[in-house]
């Protein structure tokens, strides 16, 4: 089966990017708040109507009534049911969407219908949960809570807060609960900033720009005082419910009472930090101002600084340069800067196993003209005077990358580029090869997008 179906994603591939191919939009929306895309279904209005992109032409496949602002959903993630296991409920094996709403409702509705398979209370008013995200992808799934400030009148009183966020943690498929844990400013220092949690990492972000990462595994093992069971009655510290159930929700019953042993800290500009690669990289912007746009790629193992590991575009531009580990697992870095994308890998040093040296693989170039332009001014007494300038290397005239991405299972590298010509602007979407960089495929979207708020439109494009 695996044979077959990666046979048609390379015949879908082909057809796709073959010159004969021609792409046509047949459906646009505008929307007033933001609009969500997963897995084939596009959502608008907070999540309540639902449409299918697949058909032909985008078809509806849910719309609730305009729901109350109590009901407004905070955040969403889709959840898609793993293969070769057995789970308790048939609607288990069909994908749904996992949503946090406004009063800390958790639910999981149907991807299709929208219907409410689940529905669990996480607390009271004590604390607002904001967040959703995956600390393992469609395993484990985080809940995290906006952070926790006293009002003023308490803080012009003198009283402390000495808890920041709080943290739900559940394995979904089926849904069930891990445990509710708090950060604590008395366990982590006066400075912390926020929280994340990352493939099973407690990442730890501080004022200062210091990151501190902890094993989380290890701390849910350690602290954790009683396991709770979605729906079961409880009796903790002098409360009486039902787990997940309203007006009681989950207890905390993860008490972090010691300070984690800590695996790794590193200091970076607004705590920018991300680890990939292999062997094992992170990329940080040193912790000073003038540093911005200045990326440093270290060594795990011994933060030594890689060969050419520091990479800067010198861009001189309103919106800065991003850089990442490619997300296709090859340990590559993807450097994106207003004209220039380089993909980058990390090699051995010749001579020296112990080093690794970052190399490019392959670079793509926007088509723009020379970057100087001469501006002439009259002055009162009719002489003229000739002045030079540079462009900024993001300005609208000229062509400049808004977007990468990868599509993993055509194993494309896909940009969009914008022109602003006149008072619109004109895009186009280029299919690149993921391994060398080759331009495939070139798209030129008909329709204007927005320069100056940087927001397009939602086009739908089909291929005949």
């Not at 219907?115 to 004590?126: S, V």
């Not at 803080?155 to 089926?174: C, D, M, T």
């Not at 690794?356 to 723009?368: C, G, K, L, M």
Request: net charge neutral; charged share 20%; with cysteine.
């Amino acid at each position: 089966a695996g044979v077959a179906h990666r046979k048609n994603l390379g015949l879908l591939r082909k057809i796709i990017c073959q010159e004969s191919t021609k792409f046509k939009n047949v459906w646009t929306t505008h929307s007033a708040s933001p609009i969500a895309y997963e897995r084939g279904r596009i959502y608008l209005d907070n999540y309540q109507c639902c449409i299918s992109s697949i058909a032909q032409e985008p078809r509806i496949l849910y719309q609730k009534p305009k729901c109350s602002k109590s009901e407004k959903i905070e955040d969403a993630l889709l959840l898609e049911c793993p293969l070769g296991e057995m789970l308790p409920s048939p609607s288990d094996y069909k994908s749904s969407l996992i949503v946090l709403t406004v009063q800390n409702w958790l639910l999981r509705l149907s991807a299709d219908s929208g219907e409410i398979l689940e529905k669990i209370y996480l607390a009271g008013a004590c604390c607002k949960f904001r967040y959703l995200s995956w600390d393992t992808p469609q395993e484990i799934m985080v809940v995290k809570s906006a952070q926790n400030k006293l009002p003023a009148a308490a803080r012009q009183a003198g009283i402390q807060q000495s808890v920041l966020f709080y943290l739900a943690v559940f394995q979904v498929l089926p849904l069930s609960f891990i445990g509710m844990l708090e950060i604590n400013k008395k366990i982590f220092g006066n400075s912390v900033t926020d929280v994340a949690v990352s493939n099973g990492i407690l990442i730890v972000m501080h004022s200062m720009g210091l990151v501190r990462l902890y094993n989380f595994q290890a701390i849910l093992e350690q602290f954790m005082e009683q396991p709770f069971d979605l729906g079961h009655e409880f009796n903790w510290n002098g409360q009486v419910g039902v787990v997940g159930k309203y007006p009681f929700g989950l207890p905390y019953n993860i008490k972090i009472t010691d300070t984690p042993p800590l695996l790794f800290e590193a200091s970076s500009l607004e705590n920018a930090f991300q680890i990939g690669g292999y062997p094992w990289h992170y990329i940080i912007t040193p912790n000073k101002k003038k540093h911005k746009g200045v990326f440093h790629i270290c060594s795990l193992k011994d933060n030594a600084l890689a060969k050419n590991g520091i990479q800067d575009m010198k861009c001189c531009s309103l919106e800065p340069d991003w850089i990442y580990f490619h997300p296709d697992m090859s340990g590559r870095i993807i450097h994106v800067g207003p004209n220039l994308i380089k993909v980058l890998k990390l090699k051995e040093v010749k001579n020296n196993a112990d080093q690794v040296e970052i190399a490019e693989d392959f670079t793509i170039v926007a088509n723009r003209e020379n970057c100087v332009n001469n501006t002439v001014t009259v002055t009162a007494s009719g002489r003229v005077v000739k002045t030079r300038f540079n462009l900024l290397d993001d300005d609208p005239e000229q062509e400049t990358f808004k977007i990468v991405d990868y599509e993993d299972e055509l194993d494309l590298l896909s940009t969009v580029a914008v022109t602003q010509i006149g008072a619109d602007g004109k895009a186009h979407l280029d299919f690149h090869c993921n391994e060398h960089g080759i331009l495939l495929k070139s798209i030129p979207l008909l329709e204007s997008w927005d320069v100056v708020r940087r927001i397009p439109h939602l086009w739908h494009l089909l291929y005949h």
